[in-house]
């Protein structure tokens, strides 16, 4: 490639001029859409993700035997109503699952957890619950609590306890008040409130009582057992696979993020479906495109091709000089696009808010999408101009110089 | 080696293998020595742009030898063909045929760049003696369309010496021009002819013109006479 392919390719753009505006326009709107969409789609399904995970653990083992629950305050309700008559179960030999677990290569955090049904009383309130012994330490790399702390850390210790915000407005109490915890087995203890927190989830602001895992081992009367362990891994997505590793050399049932939140997950990818056939159908426009634009002009320039070749112009140069004018729109196409799309993700973030008034999604772009259609679209540009810059290649040049 | 150019029973036919083919040349065969100036003429549809066009490479004989600067271009493909027909011909066309969107100067550097040859100072420095010589030192920055007729046939002819090529083909170079410009024209080719030894080969209706030439070749229905 050298000057005269430039130079012919920029000099028969500017003579085009309308064309030329026309197709780049084109490829700047779709750019701009695929990228957005992208962008988008991308940030709303990792705040949806987050938001779920926000109070979950990405993989939960748990004792073998035991048919599949899940820590959420219904099931806690459901085991409150219809008493099992048996006794919480502890996961045999917990430490060495949790230690095999924690040199797993994925595995972020492990936390062992001992939970299970109870009621929190002060004066004449009562509330049922759901009782969460852990290591704090521990416990805070699996589930950020510290950032829904509204008064006092996410530590604790002894008799001390944390619960939610709408449990101590139920029971009307706040820090540094004593609450009564009393289990189906009849154990009672008083402990200590020494924070609250807010889940933004109401229901887990009802139910959740945090202790020491010692204290809930002893109410929950499973002295130095814990009825699950909760893991955090480094890659979301591959925490079914994790998963599937663990309970494969455990034997436990152990279940992740993604298998919980399978219908969550069936919507996303449903999501990701329509927005890869939307691209597709938009390059597959835009290609269209600029081949037209340029079979239109490879004709009207035909007398130009012609005279070129008279000159000594081979086959190569004048098929590289439409092949540029292709990768040029592709190319610059997709940087107007990028910063257009850049331009709309700023007024959709500052339009569209959560219900809390929090961003949806950031105006960000994302480099490596940014990198990865622009060479998308150049290669598309020069695909596209394939055709066009072919025939002008082996048009004849008798032709054009006769006429 | 004095003969620049050399035809030997060249034949050519259009339409083959439709049904309607014509043979539009038959055994043609022509000598033209380095520096010649030579006039092409003949009545309409005597096949005259048709052998100018062959010899120039762009068309293809349908039988015979054509050896040019001594290469016999039989052998040669699409490729060198293409790079020979730019190292040693130049062209003047009768509708001058300059690029539009270039200004003179850019199309008489044209065949610098595509032959990718010349430096941008060498190349725009010869290209501006070419464009003084033709006497166009003025309009070196005009397009196309800011001048006149003659002046574009000049630029053409400036286009056509840049690659100071042995032969230069010109179909009817003076046909679109009033008398006094064709005679310009046709001094100037004269002049560039015995300044730089630069053969001519020069399709023209007017015989005034042919009678200035060293040697008129006339075909009539394909024939030479
Ligand atoms: N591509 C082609 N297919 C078929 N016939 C052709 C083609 N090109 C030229 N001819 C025919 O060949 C003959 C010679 O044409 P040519 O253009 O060489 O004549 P010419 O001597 O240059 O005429 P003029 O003085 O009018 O320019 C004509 O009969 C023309 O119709
Ligand atoms: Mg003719």
Known sequence: MNRFEWLLALRFLREGRMQSLLILAGVTGGVAVIIFLTQLINQLQGTIIDRVLSSQAHIVIRPAEEAPLRITPDQYLAAQVQPRGQRLRSIDQWESIAQLARQTPGVRAVSPVASGPAFARHNLASK????????????????????????????????????????????????????????????????????????????????????????????????????????????????KRLAQRLSAQTGLLIESWMETNSGLLNALSNQTVTNNLIRIFIVIIVALGITSVLVVSVVQKQKEIGILRAMGAKRGQVMRIFLLQGALFGTLGSIIGASLSFALLTLFSTVYKASDGSALFAAQLDPKLVIMATTVAMVVGILSALVPARRAAHMDPVQAIRS | MINILQLAHIYKSYGIGTGVETEVLHDINLTLARGS???????????????????????????????????????????????????????????????????????????????????QYQAVKRATDLLSAVGLADALHKKPAELSGG???????????????????????????????????????????????????????????????????????????
């Not at chain 1, 130095?224 to 925490?239: E, R």
């Not at chain 2, 092409?40 to 762009?58: A, M």
């Not at chain 2, 064709?182 to 399709?203: G, P």
Request: proline share 4%.
């Open chain 1, 128 to 239: 049922s619950i759901a009782l969460v012994g852990m290591i704090p330490d521990n416990y805070r790399q699996v589930v950020k609590m510290s950032n829904y702390m509204i008064k006092g850390n996410f530590d604790l210790s002894g008799d001390q306890t944390i619960i939610g915000k709408d449990l101590a407005s139920d029971l009307g109490v706040t820090t540094g008040d004593r609450i009564q915890i009393i289990t189906e087995s009849g154990t009672q203890q008083t402990l200590t409130i020494v924070a609250l927190f807010d889940l933004n989830n109401k229901d887990l602001n009802k139910r959740w009582v945090f202790t020491t895992l010692r204290m809930s081992q002893s109410l929950l009367n499973i002295p130095g057992g814990v009825s699950n362990i909760d893991l955090t891994v480094d890659d979301l997505f591959q925490a």
């Open chain 2, 151 to 225: 002046m574009q046939q000049r630029v053409a002819i400036a286009r056509a010496l840049m690659m100071s090529p042995p032969l230069v083909l010109a179909d009817e170079p003076t046909g679109n021009l009033d008398t006094h410009s064709a005679d310009e024209i046709f001094k100037l080719m004269r002049k560039i002819n015995q300044e730089q030894d630069i053969a001519f080969l020069i399709v023209t209706h007017d015989p005034r013109l042919g009678e200035r030439c060293d040697l008129t070749i006339n075909l009539i229905d394909g024939y030479l006479r």
């Open chain 2, 37 to 119: 100036f030579h006039a092409l003429t003949g009545p309409s549809g005597s096949g005259k742009s048709t052998l100018l066009n062959l010899i120039g490479l762009l068309e293809s004989p349908t039988k015979g030898e054509l050896i040019i600067n001594g290469q016999n271009t039989n052998q040669l493909n699409d490729q060198e063909l293409t790079q020979l027909r730019g190292q040693s011909l130049g062209f003047v066309f009768q509708f001058h045929h300059l690029l539009p969107a270039f200004n003179a100067l850019e199309n008489v550097m044209m065949p610098a760049f595509i032959n990718n040859q010349y430096t």
